[in-house]
């Protein structure tokens, strides 16, 4: 990996672009705020602005650079050296390394080993780091915000900034006992971050920054050469069918929500509260509804069933089990 005096080196006339993909509230902006804030030169970050909700997929861009010039882009990224991905249900959802540069490195808070990981995103060229942020997250912060971690994972592959530098951005951003949790939490993410450099990728090329025609967008998906009025997502119904109700808000949440027939008594409430009509009913011989489940791929987990349940008949399980760390014994290279 590459050392903090040839990365200096490297930033007199180059840029190192970073890209966060997380979901909404997950504070992926907030850790693009830190990098620039952490960082010893010059630094430029972003959003993309869309049509953003808690749980919804977001993505944040920075720039570095000792070259004040060459931080003058406000454009998103497309080429990016290092993708740091907060939640591992983007992978199935978000084309989380398009552009990554060859030799480039993906970071994600994720339980899978790192030679699965290449396999899901389909890339043998790139380098790979796993941090198991949620378990450090709910463990040093009690809750699943995990931008911070991620940067400390960040640092252990890559050293764009000092860990006291680092620190003091956090410091300064949030206060007393926050701040504390924070920097004990990348601390501990530096020291539990599994790292896979892929043997035979290419030495990263710190000069590319240029935008990759169309890698943003699919030529041939629907809804790509006619674009409807309305603001419908898709208009070819002899393609996909149309309406919300074909998008995967289930994967929004961060808890598998648990239906216990056993104990239900049907008194509907949780069919009432729910704001995604994610609750499962269905009508009865007896001519009165019952309740039959939870849609799990609509349910974004706002947990507003099991705090109405009167008798306890819905709990939750988080999503991400425990890490089972890092490469298979067969295989080389990680570390």
Same mark, same amino acid.
């Not at 396999?119 to 912060?141: C, E, F, P, Q």
């Given at each position: 990996?590459?050392? *903090?005096?040839?990365?200096?080196?490297?930033?007199?006339?180059?840029?190192?672009?970073?890209? $966060?993909?997380?979901?909404?509230?997950?504070?992926?902006?907030?850790?693009? !705020?830190?990098?620039?804030?952490?960082?010893?030169?010059?630094?430029?970050?972003?959003?993309?602005?869309?049509?953003? &909700?808690?749980? /919804?997929?977001?993505? /944040?861009?920075?720039?570095?650079?000792? !070259? +004040?010039?060459?931080?003058?882009?406000?454009?998103?990224?497309? @080429?990016?050296?290092?993708?740091?991905?907060?939640? *591992?249900?983007?992978?199935?959802?978000?084309?989380?390394? @398009?552009?990554?540069?060859?030799g480039g490195w993906l970071i994600v808070n994720t339980v899978l080993d790192q030679i699965s990981l290449q396999t899901v995103v389909n890339r043998k060229d790139i380098n790979i780091a796993t941090i198991d942020a949620l378990n450090i997250a709910?463990?040093?912060?009690? &809750?699943? =915000?995990?931008?911070? =971690?991620?940067?400390?994972?960040?640092?252990?592959?890559?050293?764009?900034? /000092?860990?006291?530098?680092?620190?003091?951005?956090?410091?300064?951003? $949030?206060?007393?006992? #926050?701040? @504390?949790?924070?920097?004990?939490?990348?601390?501990?993410?530096?020291?539990?971050?599994?790292?896979?450099?892929?043997?035979?990728?290419?030495?990263?090329?710190?000069?590319?920054?240029?935008?990759?025609?169309?890698?943003?967008? /699919?030529?041939?998906?629907?809804?790509?050469?006619?674009?409807?009025?309305?603001?419908?997502?898709?208009?070819?119904?002899? +393609?996909?069918?149309?309406?919300?109700?074909?998008? !995967?808000?289930?994967?929004?949440?961060?808890?598998?929500?648990?239906?216990d027939e056993e104990i239900c008594t049907d008194c509907a409430q949780c069919w009432y509260i729910c704001p995604d009509f994610?609750?499962? &009913?269905?009508?009865?011989?007896?001519?009165?509804?019952?309740?039959?489940? #939870?849609?799990?791929?609509?349910?974004?987990?706002?947990?507003?069933?099991?705090?109405?349940?009167?008798?306890?008949? #819905?709990?939750?399980?988080?999503?991400?089990? *425990?890490?089972?760390? @890092?490469?298979?014994?067969?295989?080389?290279?990680? !570390?």
């Amino acid at each position: 990996m590459i050392t *903090p005096e040839q990365l200096k080196e490297v930033l007199e006339q180059s840029v190192i672009n970073l890209r $966060f993909h997380a979901r909404g509230g997950q504070g992926g902006v907030t850790a693009s !705020n830190l990098c620039v804030e952490a960082f010893y030169g010059y630094g430029v970050c972003q959003p993309k602005f869309g049509a953003e &909700r808690m749980g /919804s997929p977001t993505e /944040s861009y920075v720039r570095l650079s000792a !070259n +004040v010039d060459l931080v003058r882009n406000n454009e998103q990224v497309y @080429a990016p050296h290092i993708v740091a991905v907060l939640d *591992p249900s983007l992978l199935g959802e978000i084309d989380v390394v @398009a552009g990554l540069a060859p030799g480039g490195w993906l970071i994600v808070n994720t339980v899978l080993d790192q030679i699965s990981l290449q396999t899901v995103v389909n890339r043998k060229d790139i380098n790979i780091a796993t941090i198991d942020a949620l378990n450090i997250a709910m463990d040093v912060l009690g &809750r699943n =915000i995990t931008n911070t =971690i991620i940067l400390g994972a960040i640092l252990r592959v890559i050293p764009i900034f /000092s860990m006291d530098a680092l620190a003091n951005a956090i410091m300064s951003r $949030f206060k007393g006992s #926050i701040a @504390a949790k924070n920097v004990e939490a990348i601390k501990r993410a530096h020291e539990e971050t599994c790292i896979f450099e892929t043997g035979g990728a290419p030495e990263l090329d710190f000069s590319v920054d240029t935008k990759v025609p169309w890698q943003q967008v /699919s030529l041939g998906l629907p809804g790509y050469k006619e674009l409807d009025d309305a603001g419908v997502w898709y208009c070819d119904e002899d +393609v996909i069918e149309i309406g919300s109700n074909q998008v !995967n808000t289930g994967s929004w949440g961060e808890w598998d929500i648990l239906w216990d027939e056993e104990i239900c008594t049907d008194c509907a409430q949780c069919w009432y509260i729910c704001p995604d009509f994610a609750i499962i &009913r269905e009508k009865g011989e007896d001519g009165l509804w019952h309740m039959k489940g #939870i849609d799990q791929y609509h349910c974004k987990s706002c947990q507003n069933c099991l705090e109405i349940c009167p008798v306890d008949a #819905i709990s939750k399980r988080l999503k991400q089990g *425990p890490a089972a760390c @890092a490469v298979p014994e067969d295989q080389e290279g990680g !570390n």
